[in-house]
């Protein structure tokens, strides 16, 4: 492996003082941050997110309130909380854990949260906000990576950035994150032509397709930095990432490795979007 090895742990644990100490700064105004996380049913790998985001306020000194409703939750229900949760004063942040169940319309329940409250950056204002570059909250897996990117000390500016995947949440705020800091930036996705032609152009590489071992090293410029946003399971049922990490760790010059890249970021970006919003 040539690559240097991005810490996303280190890099969260790093972000997270920093947080510690903006939250004791509030505290002395008699502030303390509040999250409400709300999920419906009992998916497994939600449940485990929302342990972690309950622990993860715990640990920075955050207020959090947990709303678990049953799957059975009607529309109603689930609107009828969002809109007591707008108007709780001691919650800076509300967070509806996705994906909901079949029957709820969760893009109806996304704008049902205030956009002062959209700690996720999800709803229609937000995304607007992020795309003119006047936005309070910027989505937390983004936020997360250009930290990520930031950490290795390259500069966006002038780089060729190539963000594969065009997901609401991941590819299309990436690109935009990228452009505010002056990248040129290609999104590309499964029904690009000729894809590594496309990738192999990047100075910075993010994927988030959602295929195991998507990219190969064949895809990558010699010394990119390759952000890997993909979550997989291999034929072995181990994690993996978009991205072959064995085989692209020796072209890349920085690269992410699954788990402990991207992961650890997403949830101290969800704190700092948090604080963000207790400071209005
Ligand atoms: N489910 C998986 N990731 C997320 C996230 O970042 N926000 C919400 N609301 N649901 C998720």
């Known amino acids: 492996?040539?690559?240097?090895?991005?810490?996303?742990?280190?890099?969260?644990?790093?972000?997270?003082?920093?947080?510690?100490?903006?939250?004791?700064?509030?505290a002395e105004d008699?502030?303390?941050?509040?999250?409400?996380?709300?999920?419906?049913?009992?998916?497994?790998a939600s449940?485990?997110?929302?342990?972690?985001?309950?622990?993860?306020?715990?640990?920075?000194?955050?207020?959090?309130?947990e709303y678990a409703l049953p799957a059975e939750t009607t529309q109603?229900?689930?609107?009828?909380?969002?809109d007591k949760l707008n108007k709780k004063p001691d919650i800076d942040g509300i967070l509806v854990q996705l994906p909901l169940p079949?029957?709820?319309?969760?893009?109806?329940?996304?704008?049902?949260?205030?956009?002062?409250?959209?700690?996720?950056?999800?709803?229609?204002?937000?995304?607007?906000?992020?795309?003119?570059?006047?936005?309070?909250?910027?989505?937390?897996?983004?936020?997360?990576?250009?930290?990520?990117i930031k950490?290795?000390?390259?500069?966006?500016?002038?780089?060729?950035?190539?963000?594969?995947?065009?997901?609401?949440i991941v590819g299309k705020p990436m690109a935009m994150l990228l452009l505010h800091q002056h990248?040129?930036?290609?999104?590309?996705?499964?029904?690009?032509?000729?894809?590594?032609?496309?990738?192999?152009?990047?100075?910075?590489?993010?994927?988030a397709v959602g295929r195991a071992k998507f990219v190969t090293a064949d895809m990558v410029k010699p010394g990119a930095v390759v952000i890997d946003v993909g979550m997989n399971r291999d034929e072995n049922g181990k994690l993996c990432g978009d991205v072959d990490f064995a085989e692209v760790a020796e072209v890349a010059g920085a690269i992410t490795p699954v788990p402990g890249g991207v992961g650890p970021m997403t949830i101290t970006m969800l704190m700092r979007n948090t604080i963000t919003a207790a400071k209005k």
Not at 2 to 25: M, N, T
Not at 47 to 65: D, Q, T
Not at 113 to 142: Q, R
């Open 1 to 26: 492996m040539q690559a240097k090895l991005i810490d996303g742990k280190a890099v969260s644990a790093a972000l997270r003082e920093q947080l510690k100490e903006e939250v004791a700064a509030l």
């Open 30 to 44: 008699g502030i303390t941050p509040g999250l409400a996380v709300v999920i419906v049913g009992d998916d497994p």
């Open 47 to 65: 449940k485990v997110y929302v342990r972690n985001k309950k622990k993860a306020c715990e640990e920075l000194g955050l207020h959090s309130e």
């Open 76 to 82: 109603e229900e689930l609107l009828a909380l969002v």
């Open 102 to 148: 079949a029957h709820l319309d969760e893009k109806a329940v996304i704008e049902a949260i205030s956009p002062d409250k959209d700690v996720d950056a999800f709803s229609a204002v937000n995304v607007g906000k992020i795309m003119i570059g006047d936005y309070k909250f910027l989505p937390c897996t983004p936020a997360g990576i250009m930290e990520l």
């Open 151 to 168: 950490s290795t000390g390259i500069e966006v500016k002038g780089r060729e950035c190539v963000v594969v995947g065009r997901s609401n």
């Open 183 to 207: 990248g040129t930036v290609t999104i590309c996705h499964s029904r690009t032509a000729d894809l590594p032609s496309v990738t192999r152009r990047a100075d910075i590489l993010v994927v």
